[in-house]
């Protein structure tokens, strides 16, 4: 009764509910268009790395601007913004879709639309996901970043599934049409939303480049903030970068068809699922910063089994399990990564910080780039482990690192 209470809330939060559908369909597109360009790439190219360079084409953006177009999203209004994000997608993939029905279409062409929609994807921490907790209110900010984060892992789930059922029934040009037709859909919507931001300013370079300066010290000053940070490079660079071997694993070492790849890339966001779907009802206890830290751990550990497991009697079914058990730990990562910056940080520098998260979220695709050089001198599985393995030494450095300061701290 009382999540059916805190649900009926958000629903007439003014802007949660078109904002919530914006975030809902344009990230069920991009794993669609992720996993049916990789197929695609594998077909042509028959390698690997090639999947893993028009993988990390798409997350590319997120590295090299996240900063900036935090300190954006702080002075010009989010909601054009957001919409201008989504015609943008739109424009993109129905340019694949066109290219491909016509018989044209190349790797290349399909990485470049990569890099626009991972620009795209750059401002969804600063603009629309800082819109979800700002129509809330501070009461219910955390339960609708919470929805936000369920409904992420919902459409992570259905995305990658739509993909290879798409891909394998009306081919890369109808999966990618469909993208763009739903993306103009909800671009409408969006463009319905009546926002007011009291922080829209003139934006110019010297502002702007002070702004970006201003979130950096803030953060550099803040302990928390840090090791927030530190473990989204490491979650990004050994652990999301794992999508990059689904195909590869799916096609070269299991053999099965591109709607049970589609099932295997869905398997850790179904965990994140049904693991969001309870934190949304009952926040977990305690520092958020200790299940930041803990929700990476499990996820590392998932992959390094999962490695394990695709060697095993019944590898498809072992993968799968072992996945699933990782997505509770990416949900408990996800939804008290942006419950941090919340909490610690004041609002006029919020979408700031959340940029530089962003930037922090760009480490993955250096990570897939690392997993695809791995392919070749350990296999898909091989470099699978290499992913998990790393993660976990690395976040365990950062610990003790972090333990370290923090004592160095108190004998000063």
């Not at 072992?318 to 942006?338: D, P």
Request: positive net charge; charged residues 10%.
């Amino acid at each position: 009764m009382m999540g059916l209470r805190f649900g009926g809330q958000l629903a007439r939060a003014p802007g949660f509910v078109p904002l919530w559908v914006a975030g809902g369909v344009s990230n069920a597109m991009l794993w669609l268009e992720v996993l049916a360009a990789a197929l695609f790439t594998l077909q042509v190219t028959k390698s690997g790395f090639d999947v893993a360079l028009v993988s990390a084409a798409r997350s590319l953006p997120l590295l090299a601007t996240g900063a900036f177009i935090g300190v954006i999203s702080d002075a010009a209004n989010r909601k054009y913004i957001v919409l201008g994000g989504l015609l943008l997608s739109a424009a993109s993939a129905g340019t694949v879709g066109v290219l491909a029905s016509l018989g044209v279409l190349q790797p290349w062409q399909i990485g470049v639309a990569a890099l626009v929609s991972g620009l795209v994807y750059a401002t969804e921490m600063p603009a629309r996901r800082r819109m979800i907790a700002e129509c809330a209110g501070p009461s219910l900010a955390l339960r609708a970043v919470a929805v936000d984060s369920m409904t992420n892992y919902a459409t992570r789930v259905l995305g990658p599934v739509a993909g290879g059922i798409a891909y394998q029934h009306i081919g890369l040009s109808g999966a990618f049409l469909m993208s763009a037709g739903l993306s103009t859909v909800t671009a409408i919507l969006v463009g319905t939303i009546r926002h007011r931001q009291e922080t829209v300013r003139r934006l110019t370079v010297a502002g702007a480049l002070q702004d970006l300066r201003d979130g950096m010290a803030f953060a550099r000053r803040q302990g928390t903030i840090m090791l927030l940070l530190g473990i989204t490079i490491l979650t990004n660079l050994f652990g999301y970068s794992y999508s990059t071997l689904v195909a590869p694993i799916g096609k070269l070492v299991l053999n099965v068809s591109p709607e049970m790849i589609g099932a295997l890339a869905a398997a850790e966001p179904t965990g994140s699922l049904i693991a969001g779907t309870l934190v949304a009802l009952r926040p977990l206890p305690g520092p958020a910063i200790g299940w930041l830290a803990a929700g990476a751990t499990i996820f590392f550990t998932a992959l390094a089994t999962s490695a394990m497991l695709g060697h095993g009697a019944h590898p498809l079914l072992g993968m799968l399990i072992a996945l699933a058990a990782g997505g509770i730990g990416s949900a408990v990562y996800n939804i008290h990564q942006t419950t941090i910056v919340m909490a610690e940080t004041p609002p006029a520098l919020r979408s700031r910080v959340m940029g530089l998260v962003t930037v922090c979220i760009g480490c993955w695709p250096l990570g897939m780039i690392l997993a695809g050089g791995l392919i070749d001198p350990l296999g898909p599985l091989g470099a699978l482990a290499a992913l998990g393995l790393g993660g976990l030494a690395s976040i365990g450095l950062l610990g003790l690192m972090h333990v370290r300061r923090r004592a160095g701290r108190k004998l000063r």
